[in-house]
């Protein structure tokens, strides 16, 4: 959906200024991710653009003010005549994760485990969206599908802060819902499992 932006040539829609950012040239910088938080169909046509790039290593970072200047040129070309444009760094959330399975007891613990790993990793290999909120269901679901995991009995979230990681601006407390099945958030933030062989623990029972 993010290959193509609107026939008029124009942006118009907050999904046109997010697919149009990339489609930026990557000799223009690189964009990983990029959200609009502003409604452009509204009379306030001011709009805040996030974006978040990544390092060598893949792992997110602030985009540079080259970079975003870069962007903001770019769209220039296409905005609606009205529009102004803000673009802000979103807020990275470093998070991390131990899952506790009931295992098969004709099924080796640690080969399971090592299963749920291989599964996690595939399942994180790419970024989140800016604001895309993270379901617990989806992690008792891809983990109950593997041989030899009979239930998930929980999956306890934490929030990274050592060095190494971006200082994170919420607790988890107020990253978690009422109700516990989700992390909730925010629609300046954007949620990383930095180093998944770090940050995905598993406990089989």
Same mark, same amino acid.
């Given at each position: 959906?993010?290959?193509?932006?609107?026939?008029?040539?124009?942006?118009?829609?907050?999904?046109?200024?997010?697919?149009?950012?990339?489609?930026?040239?990557?000799?223009?910088?690189?964009?990983?991710?990029?959200?609009?938080?502003?409604?452009? !169909? !509204?009379?306030?046509?001011?709009?805040?653009?996030?974006?978040?790039?990544?390092?060598?290593?893949?792992?997110?970072?602030?985009?540079?003010?080259?970079?975003?200047?870069?962007?903001?040129?770019?769209?220039?070309?296409?905005?609606?005549?009205?529009?102004?444009?803000?673009?802000?760094?979103?807020?990275?959330?470093?998070?991390?994760?131990?899952?506790? +399975?009931?295992?098969?007891?004709?099924?080796?613990?640690?080969?399971?485990?090592?299963?749920?790993?291989?599964?996690?990793?595939?399942?994180? !290999?790419?970024?989140?969206?800016?604001?895309?909120?993270?379901?617990?269901?989806?992690?008792?679901?891809?983990?109950?599908?593997?041989?030899?995991?009979?239930?998930?009995?929980?999956?306890?979230?934490? +929030?990274?802060?050592?060095?190494?990681?971006?200082? !994170?601006? +919420?607790?988890?407390?107020?990253?978690?819902?009422?109700?516990?099945?989700?992390?909730?958030?925010?629609?300046?933030?954007?949620?990383?499992?930095?180093?998944?062989?770090?940050?995905?623990?598993?406990?089989?029972?």
């Amino acid at each position: 959906s993010y290959g193509a932006y609107a026939s008029q040539n124009r942006a118009v829609t907050r999904e046109d200024y997010e697919s149009y950012v990339y489609l930026m040239p990557p000799k223009f910088g690189s964009i990983k991710r990029a959200t609009v938080i502003n409604d452009p !169909s !509204s009379s306030n046509r001011r709009l805040s653009l996030y974006i978040a790039s990544v390092d060598n290593s893949g792992n997110l970072v602030l985009s540079n003010d080259t970079i975003k200047q870069n962007v903001k040129t770019w769209l220039n070309k296409n905005k609606m005549l009205n529009d102004s444009i803000d673009i802000y760094d979103p807020y990275i959330i470093n998070i991390g994760f131990t899952f506790y +399975i009931s295992v098969d007891a004709s099924y080796d613990k640690q080969i399971v485990l090592n299963d749920c790993f291989t599964r996690l990793n595939q399942m994180f !290999s790419d970024k989140m969206y800016i604001g895309e909120p993270l379901y617990v269901s989806k992690i008792y679901r891809e983990l109950n599908k593997l041989d030899g995991v009979i239930d998930v009995q929980n999956v306890v979230f934490d +929030i990274k802060n050592a060095a190494n990681y971006a200082s !994170s601006p +919420i607790s988890l407390q107020e990253l978690t819902s009422n109700d516990g099945t989700f992390l909730k958030t925010p629609k300046n933030a954007i949620l990383e499992i930095k180093f998944p062989n770090l940050d995905i623990r598993g406990v089989a029972r």
